[in-house]
Each structure stands twice: as C-alpha cells, then as structure tokens.
C-alpha cells in the first residue's frame, strides 16, 4: 500500500448526477440533475479526484448489459469533458443478491450498504477515506460512506433517514446547489 493522500468526492449515479427514472441504461434516458455539473467543478476545484460509485441492478437484472453501461457512461463522460471536467472514475455494481440472473445473482461486498466500491476506488486512486465525501439521495449511500468512515456524508432527500440512522457526520440537503463548497484542508 501506498500512502493515501487523495481527496475524493464519491458521488451516487441514479439520482445524483441523473434523473432517477429507474434502471437508465441509456443515454437518451439520462437528464442531468440540476447544479450537477457545478457541483463536480467546485470540488474538482478544491482538489478532489471524482468517482461515482453506483449500485446497478439494472445489469443483474438482464435490463442493459454491463456494454450498454460502459457505452452510457463514456457519453456522460464526453459531456463532463465539454463541461471542462476532467476524468471522472466509475465503478458499479452489477449484482442483486436476489433478482440477479445467472453469476449476476450474488451476495457480493460491492453493493451498497456495502463499502466494496469505495475502498477498491481508494487502493486504486490512493484515497484518503477520512479526507473524502459521499453525496447520495439514499441511505444506503450514506451507510457505505459511514463503514469507511468518510469525512463526511450529504444525503440529498426530501425523506427523512430511516428510523435509528446514525446521523454523524450527514448533512441532509434537498439540492446539489445547497451543497457547501468544501474548505481547503
Ligand atoms: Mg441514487
Ligand atoms: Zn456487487
């Protein structure tokens, strides 16, 4: 291992930088969420590496293939790249533990709740977790960011937490433009 000094803003896909219309596995399907491309640019700004950690069951699910993802998500990139946004990392996961299909069906460490993605983005980028950010519109989002003990936690939700939620370290917001912009630690 080496040292893990990176900032990172892990961002949710479906209801973070798209319209959560379920299961969008194309690119005519994607409406970017308002303040979206500001938000990336902001922290890219402050310093940090962008990686969107999305649970896709779309995939397990037979809906769109894991190329349909990566077609989709090379678009989005393209449009990030026009926007003056650098290299966004993605990483997904293509499981269901139970409407999986085949070896999609999989009690795996990757979907969240489960912190899976978060801390293979952090070996691969030298991720710092205690630096880094999670911004999510579910709690499972902002339960994985909690197991790795991230810095901090936005939960972008007209709904409450659920009932007994460990609130530490979340800030509930109701839009990406209510998102501060991070201090320069
Ligand atoms: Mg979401
Ligand atoms: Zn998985």
Redesign the pocket.
Known sequence: MGSHTVKALFLDRDGIINVDYGYVGRYEDFEYVDGIFALIKRFEKAGYKIIIVTNQSGIARGLYSEDDFNALMSAVQQDFYQAGIGEVSVYF???HPEHGIGAYK?Q?A??KPNP?MLLQAAEEHSVSLPLSIMIGDSWRDIQAGQKVSLSHCYFVSRKAPPAGAELGNVTQVTSLNDIPVPSSV
């Open positions: 996961c293509p499981h999989k795996c990757c979907r899976g």
